[in-house]
């Protein structure tokens, strides 16, 4: 069978035998008209089975690892939502750490072999 999956803004087509591919789930769609940071200020206020980030923080210091834009969730689309998030949970300083392929060193010997 052949199939094609999103890879960044376009779409990679695989072709997969079809003894080896038992099942293609999809999510279903979901529209709430609401703005992207809306939704992302909802979650952090409304978690599921946890308390709030209030209410679990008795700390000054938090550090926040951050993926890179190639990820299906690029931390600029949270990151301001959650700083403000820990700010008014009495968190004095952030550290954010980076991962991914902006972490990495931008020098060919110490690059080699990295993907």
């Not at 960044?8 to 087509?13: A, C, L, M, P, T």
């Not at 700010?87 to 004095?92: A, D, N, T, V, Y």
Request: hydrophobic share 35%; with cysteine; proline share 6%.
């Amino acid at each position: 069978m052949r199939i094609n999956i999103p890879y960044g803004k376009e779409k990679i087509s695989l072709k997969i035998p079809d003894k080896n591919l038992q099942d293609i789930i999809h999510g279903k769609e979901t529209v709430s008209g609401k703005r992207e940071s809306e939704l992302i200020g909802l979650a952090l206020a409304n978690p599921i089975s946890s308390s709030t980030l209030k209410k679990l923080l008795g700390v000054k210091l938090a550090s926040i690892l951050a993926s890179d834009i190639t990820r299906s969730c690029p931390p600029y689309k949270f990151l301001p939502s959650l700083i403000d998030e820990l700010k008014e949970s009495g968190i004095e300083e952030i550290t954010i750490l980076p991962y991914g392929r902006f972490a990495m060193v931008k020098n060919k010997k110490s690059n080699r072999g990295a993907i």
